[in-house]
């Protein structure tokens, strides 16, 4: 990453440039949910060129700054009552609680996660909503861990993994190979998700992040980069609670 800023009106736009090979034609500007600004660009271009598409888009960005800076004075500890939105793959959805007589369940249907309870506290909704995150994590992940070591030559077959939620880590790789992902993850865009379980796969190799696992992970995932700008610009309402 390479922090660039220029001047606007008396304000200061400070942003990264993510340099991508997969990125043919565009400079695409980000603005991420905690106000952070990333520029992908294509190999190549000039650091003038991105200040000039970075300055064409100035007033644009400006808006998006001020709209994520908005919704973070609003990022509150949830109440998990309906019409507080959830995030699951990258989107938002929006919960519904509903009290039943006769049991429970976590229903994701068009756009709604709703969730039946006998008894609707704060504490009852969390606690089922986090079980069905963690459901989905497990249904999830391992599809894509099978699906991402197929297409890893040097891994013979998907190394054992289990959910484990971190506080400011979306994964890790034991000693032995054995990979540990974050439940939260599962709220995050499948790309990051993605990201993420190559990441851990290329620890299997190369235990620390040296030249050689970077240019591991180049190699299975040739855009990480932006991906994980993305992800990190989402991290704080990701783990929000
Ligand atoms: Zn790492």
Known sequence: MNAQSILYGNETIQYEVCYTPHRR??????????????????????LTEIR????????????????????REHLLPREYVSGESLFYLGRRHQLKVV???????VKLLRGVIRVETQSPSKDAVKKLVKAWYRSRANVI?????????????????PPAWKLLAMK????????????????HLVKAPRECID???????????????????????????????????????????????
Request: one cysteine or more; charged letters at 20%; a positive charge.
């Open 52 to 71: 000039n598409a970075v300055r064409k888009r100035a007033r644009w960005i400006q808006k998006h700054v001020a709209e994520a800076n908005r919704q």
């Open 99 to 105: 009290a039943s007589e006769t049991g429970q369940s």
């Open 141 to 157: 992940f391992e599809r894509r861990l099978e699906a991402i070591c197929n297409s890893v030559v040097w891994l013979n077959s």
């Open 168 to 183: 400011k880590q979306w994964g890790s790789c034991s000693p032995k190979g054995v990979i540990q992902l974050n439940p």
């Open 25 to 46: 034609t565009n400079i695409a500007v980000h603005v991420h949910p905690n106000g952070s600004i990333q520029v992908d660009a294509p190999d190549g271009r000039s």
């Open 195 to 241: 990201y993420v379980i190559r990441h851990e796969i290329c620890h299997i190799k190369h235990h620390d992040h040296s030249p050689q696992f970077y240019r591991q992970l180049t190699q299975l995932m040739p855009d990480w980069k932006p991906i994980k700008g993305k992800l990190d610009g989402m991290a704080e309402m990701l783990l929000n609670e």
